[in-house]
């Protein structure tokens, strides 16, 4: 059921990358380390949901990872 439930997953949606690549991957480990990738569904999850009234989201690189 839930190979199924991935399956039907954008394919441009984050979280398809984060159950099929996970900690291993690079992009992943810079945001979320080799933790677990239920915390990184979590805050992916709390971020699509939360209300973003006044919330301003960048999309530059703040970071200077990139």
């Known amino acids: 059921m839930l190979q199924e439930d991935i399956a039907d997953l954008d394919t ?13 991957d ?4 810079l945001y ?3 933790g677990d990738s239920v915390v990184a569904l979590g ?3 709390n971020l699509m949901r939360s209300n973003k009234e006044g919330v301003i989201l ?3 690189d703040i970071d200077g990872s990139e």
């Open 58 to 60: 960048r999309c530059d």
């Open 32 to 34: 979320f380390g080799t």
């Open 12 to 24: 441009s949606s984050p979280c398809k990358d984060i159950y099929q690549n996970g900690p291993s």
């Open 26 to 29: 690079p992009v992943y480990q």
């Open 43 to 45: 805050a992916y999850e």
